[in-house]
């Protein structure tokens, strides 16, 4: 191989490393951030459980409750129920999509062409 190419490719290859690094930090740190306390998974479990949040996050409630899975796990998606959550994420989705969109235009500080440090 021409050592010219070999050079680039080690360099690519290494660069692809290094962003592979800084995103797996990015996304762990974004984890971190996004996970709910103590008092919201209460709450959480609280309204699943009342049939508040709709029928397949009351099934998921009963499943964490017989200790079967944890909220983690479903969000985690390491759950055996974690399908039990599409439903609802959907309608969230459906629901906020329009106002989250109009908050973005509507915010001068947004520019979706910046990407996050490390990312």
């Known amino acids: 191989m021409d050592p010219e190419l070999a050079a680039r490719l080690d360099q690519a290859r290494a660069d692809l490393r290094s962003t592979m690094a800084g995103a797996r ?6 984890r971190l951030r996004s996970s709910p306390g103590r008092a919201e998974i209460e709450q959480l479990q609280a ?9 397949d996050m009351q099934r998921l409630a009963g499943h964490v409750a017989a200790g079967e899975t944890s ?4 969000f985690d998606g390491t759950s055996p129920y974690k ?5 609802h994420l959907t309608e969230m989705g459906e629901r906020y999509a329009e106002p989250a969109r109009q908050a973005l ?3 001068p ?5 910046e990407t996050s440090p490390g990312v």
């Open 25 to 30: 930090a990015a996304l762990e740190l974004a």
């Open 47 to 55: 309204d699943a459980a009342a049939g508040r949040l709709g029928p």
């Open 71 to 74: 909220w983690s796990a479903v």
């Open 83 to 87: 399908e039990l959550l599409r439903g």
């Open 105 to 107: 235009e509507d915010d």
């Open 109 to 113: 500080t947004f520019d979706p062409t």
